[in-house]
């Protein structure tokens, strides 16, 4: 079992670790580093719950080998809070209700964000298409929406 | 053993490497390593090229050369290949289209491979170290095929020539019941010149619907003229069965769609 | 929201402070920073990976298991087979006094689903117990086997499961849960209609995104942690215990967080192998089950067929109504006695109707064992009934909805089991429904209220 050094960065830390090869960076953020934000709900690229962002995009850390990602940035939504505050996307699935067993809720959190980067003012459209990879069995899939949607309006509001 | 990643810069040391038994290469992750995360330990070590050249897109003279590394994502939002976004958008939620690559679909069995379905009606060519060939023919061998694919390239099609409709039973995003390209030509009064039409989930493998391209040619798109055609649609086909429709249902409802989209 | 306090206005406490308002959830803090610990969070130095080998065949008897080369496989640290385990038999509601105990923790000499598991591998690395889990040998014998309750329930059929003897659960009032109420055939006789119609489903998965699954740590003095996402805290550490003949005392289990559960997961499943694995080993053990574990071997909605047949009377009223439920248990009991038997009760549904007859069979087949979900032994009923509400209402030309006003219960009514009616709010769900889909009915159903009969 050969061991293999991945070095990344995680929400704006360094890491270094020595996984075995052909470790998950699911299974590396989370029993490695101890990053649990992303979870592991089907491991087959269905679900999204282990969605986080790479260098940008939003990727699932089921499929993603750890020690493809040197060098990378990577981002989860453990690291989504600053210095206590929480980010308007967590802020908007608290007050929308949005969060029920809470399972998929860092990956909702995940694409939600890629998309909010990149559209600040998405329409339902593009919302409802951005969380099309993610996966809510309690079937909370309009309050997500409508908080989404409430993060760019509340976004927007700041930025005026 | 554990499962073990191998890296290399020559895509001539990386086929090499794929002779060793349990060996596969290691595209965008989402078919092998979903199958090893399943328990498939008939897998035991991936192989990669880390080659920028392979995820290139290249456009030019009406020709396209996409590496097999370009994910569906980069096939989606690139300027010039608008005809083909539909069918890249058509693979996955966006995680899976930022992972998923063109080399990848080509190996993807039913009910993935949507993209490669797209492939086919464009009469792609499938690009080895070892040669160009045919999609059909790749396709055809691709179970007992040991070389990693490095591009593949096909006329650009225009838009208005190309169709592709994929049918889920879960929206927006879902499995396919069936996916189908088509590459139509007609004449200025509308007659089809020339039809070549791919479907997925009709076999393991996107296969020709060579019936219905035939009874296609001389027709002009109406209900009428085309019912010969959708009567044909399912010559040859073997559909699959899984969890979301059994090969009788997508059977019967291949010409109900391959209609809707010859008359949009 | 709009909470509307016209209804019942004179009979409730007006003085409500949180019914009504939002207010935020204790638990979304945690979820939205990813904070929130589940189960699989928890991680110990040291931890095994267990795989389950599962079988094959529906039905089968097992000849042999050779474990030889599993257990060499390097990785594996133990190897568990029925006779590791020390009250192999068990069944979850022996805690309230339904037996029989029917069902192995690992299989014993027989197989009686598909995917029921024969062999427990504890590896270092999830690699290496399914790699190991590949490597163990068992020699089965393919039984005949029975999968439509029908056919299980005609003489000769294969029997599924010996503890029971026949393929249905004996109840203390035999083969089926009873309800008997009234003169049933009196009714029919005396109705202008009948209307007999039968209603089937097929088992649903629950498909929660967390699957079910478990982490035991030993705690070093014969005490073990068990981080469980069960639904059923208490019956899966008391089965636990009667399992691995443990005192309760020995069981830490800590739960309470769940990726979704919806009923899927209050069966005693993961818990007792995994403890026994860590108890065997003296090395924290996780056994959590992959997507195609959960679709596949956590148990289903059970599938049910309901036979309805209905007295009506042309001015609406239901006078007779005779009810014949199944519940397919697949191969073994869990919570099925108990749905069957929560059908027989429900099965008039909300509607006063003076002659009842209800039997309700829990029946034995080769499938995936069922067990909760959402209201189990009733949803299902529940749909059957309400469409042979709108099929009556059709036959006798009369508004669906009117004609649901005509058989509603209302306080004061005896049910078909003998239990008077309490708080019912069916006739005013019905007229605020009225109101809100634009679906009027006549001024005297308006008019109606579910506790002042004379009204």
């Not at chain 1, 959190?109 to 559209?119: F, Y």
């Not at chain 3, 008391?238 to 003949?245: E, W």
């Not at chain 3, 108890?279 to 071997?297: A, D, H, N, W």
């Amino acid at each position: 079992m050969a061991k293999v050094p991945v070095q990344f960065t995680l929400n704006g830390s360094e890491k270094a670790e020595f996984v075995e090869s052909g470790t998950t960076l699911l299974a590396a953020l989370r029993d490695k580093i101890g990053d649990t934000s992303p979870k592991g709900g089907c491991h087959q690229g269905t679900c999204g719950a282990c969605s986080v962002i790479i260098d940008g995009e939003l990727r699932l850390s089921c499929l993603t080998l750890a020690e493809t990602c040197g060098g990378a940035d990577i981002k989860t939504t453990a690291g989504l809070a600053e210095g206590g505050v929480l980010h308007p996307l967590q802020r908007a699935f608290l007050d929308a209700f949005a969060t029920q067993c809470g399972f998929c809720t860092p990956g909702m959190i995940m694409a939600a964000k890629v998309l909010l980067d990149r559209t600040p003012n998405p329409s339902r459209e593009d919302v409802v298409e951005a969380l099309s990879g993610n996966i809510c069995r309690c079937t909370g899939y309009e309050p997500i929406i409508q908080a989404v949607l409430l993060a760019a309006r509340a976004n927007s509001q700041n930025a005026a | 053993m554990s499962l073990a990643l191998r890296t290399f810069s020559s895509m001539k040391d990386a086929n090499a490497a794929l002779q060793v038994s349990g060996t596969r290469y290691l595209g965008g992750g989402t078919l092998v390593v979903r199958a090893a995360n399943e328990g498939d330990v008939a897998v035991s070590s991936l192989v990669r090229v880390d080659d920028p050249g392979l995820s290139q897109i290249a456009v030019s003279g009406g020709k396209v050369r996409l590496g097999a590394s370009v994910t569906m994502a980069a096939v989606a939002r690139h300027p010039e290949l608008a005809a083909l976004a539909p069918a890249a958008r058509a693979v996955g939620g966006p995680a899976i289209r930022n992972m998923a690559t063109v080399g990848g679909n080509l190996f993807a069995p039913a009910p993935y491979g949507d993209f490669a379905v797209a492939l086919l009606a464009l009469d792609a060519t499938v690009v080895t170290e070892g040669g160009e060939m045919p999609i059909e023919t790749f396709l055809a061998g691709r179970d007992t095929s040991r070389v990693i694919v490095t591009a593949v390239g096909f006329s650009l099609p225009r838009a208005e020539s190309f169709r592709f409709l994929k049918v889920s039973r879960v929206k927006p995003k879902g499995v396919s019941v069936l996916s189908i390209a088509a590459l139509l030509e007609l004449a200025p009064d509308g007659t089809v010149t020339s039809a070549r039409i791919a479907l997925g989930c009709m076999a393991d493998r996107p296969i020709r619907a060579k019936a219905a391209e035939k009874a296609l040619l001389g027709c002009k798109l109406t209900q009428q003229e085309i019912a010969p055609a959708l009567a044909a649609a399912g010559e040859g086909i073997a559909p699959i069965t899984d969890p979301v429709a059994s090969a009788w249902y997508r059977a019967e409802v291949l010409p109900v769609h391959l209609g809707r989209l010859l008359l949009n | 929201m709009e909470l509307r306090k016209d209804y019942f206005a004179d009979v409730r406490k007006d003085g409500l402070h949180e019914i009504g308002q939002a207010r935020p959830r204790l638990d979304s803090p945690g979820h939205v920073t990813g904070k929130t610990a589940y189960f699989a969070d928890r991680n110990f130095p040291g931890m095994l990976h267990l795989k389950m080998v599962r079988s094959p065949h529906h039905h089968a008897r097992i000849r042999s298991i050779d474990t030889s080369e599993a257990e060499r496989h390097p990785g594996v640290v133990k190897v568990l087979t029925a006779k590791d385990v020390p009250h192999n038999v068990y069944t979850i509601l022996i805690l309230i006094q339904v037996g029989p105990e029917d069902e192995t923790v690992l299989a014993d000499g027989k197989v009686r689903w598909k995917g029921e598991a024969v062999v427990a591998v504890l590896a270092e690395s999830e690699r290496a117990a399914q790699e190991a889990a590949a490597k163990v040998k068992v020699d089965y014998e393919v039984l005949p086997a029975v999968f439509d309750m029908e056919e299980a329930l005609k003489p000769g059929a294969p029997l599924v499961n010996e503890y029971h003897g026949q393929n249905y659960y004996l109840y203390d009032s035999g083969e089926c849960r009873k309800v008997r109420f009234g003169d049933v055939e009196a009714g029919f006789a005396g109705a202008d209609h009948i209307l007999e119609q039968s209603y089937q489903s097929s088992p649903i998965e629950h498909a929660p995104t967390e699957t079910t699954g478990c982490v035991v740590a030993p705690e070093g003095n014969d005490r073990f942690t068990c981080y469980t996402n069960t639904q059923a805290m208490f019956f899966t550490l008391d089965n636990t215990s009667i399992i691995l003949q443990m005192p309760g005392s020995k069981l830490h289990f800590v739960g309470g967080t769940v990726g979704g559960g919806f009923g899927g997961k209050v069966d005693v499943i993961v818990e007792p192998i995994a403890i026994l694995g860590a108890k065997l080993t003296g090395r924290p053990v996780c056994f959590i089950y992959s997507r195609e574990e959960e679709m596949q071997i956590s148990s289903p909605r059970a599938a049910e067929k309901v036979v309805i047949k209905d007295g009506v009377m042309k001015d609406g009223r239901i006078v007779a109504r005779k009810v014949t439920g199944y519940t397919d248990a697949g191969a073994y009991s869990r919570h099925s006695p108990y749905g069957a038997q929560k059908g027989a009760a429900h099965y008039p549904g909300p509607y006063t109707i003076p002659n009842v007859w209800i039997d309700t069979y829990c029946v034995y087949t080769n499938r995936t064992p069922s067990s909760a979900m959402r209201g189990f032994g009733v949803t299902i009923g529940d749909f059957a009934l309400e469409v042979q509400m709108d099929k009556l209402a059709r036959l006798i030309g009369m508004d669906p909805l009117e004609f649901r006003f005509i058989n509603a219960y209302r306080d004061g009514d005896m049910k078909a089991h003998r239990q008077p009616t309490e708080g019912a709010a069916l006739i005013e769900c019905m007229q605020e429904a009225s109101r809100a889909a634009d679906w009027p009915v006549a001024e005297k159903y308006m008019a109606m209220s579910s506790y002042r009969k004379g009204a």
